[in-house]
């Protein structure tokens, strides 16, 4: 299983960003897919999932209204649109796979499978 994410780099506060994530693992429709990001001397944290399709997403409070997370099962790829970017999203964002209960779906130890991280970093 590999996860590999791209898109990441240098913008200006307000921008956007869209970040990918392709994966190369066995029944990827059946994955809850994740983003989850780490600013220096952070822990890591939730950002939005997608539970199997689109009409499944969940957002951290944070990001919810200016971030948009999708997936195309066709391509086995999952996408985060960033919007109204600011300096507090400056982190390193990884992706990941795993089949948690919905409860669980805002904790990284619920995910099994993770991407290398690409960094955001949002200028002022």
């Known amino acids: 299983v590999q996860l590999q994410a791209s898109g990441g780099g240098l913008v200006q506060a307000g921008g956007s960003l869209r970040l990918s994530c392709a994966a190369s693992i066995d029944g990827f429709s059946g994955y809850t897919m994740a983003w989850f990001r780490q600013a220096p001397g952070r822990e890591r944290e939730f950002v939005a999932a997608?539970?199997?399709?689109?009409?499944?997403?969940y957002y951290a409070a944070s990001v919810k209204g200016r971030f948009t997370i999708s997936r195309d099962n066709a391509k086995n790829t999952v996408y985060l649109q960033m919007n109204s970017l600011d300096a507090e999203d400056t982190a390193v964002y990884y992706c990941?796979?795993?089949?948690?209960?919905?409860?669980?779906?805002?904790?990284?130890?619920?995910?099994?499978?993770w991407g290398q991280g690409t960094l955001v970093t949002v200028s002022s």
């Open positions: 997608t539970r199997w399709t689109n009409s499944n997403t």
């Open positions: 990941a796979a795993g089949r948690p209960i919905l409860s669980t779906i805002i904790n990284s130890s619920s995910y099994t499978h």
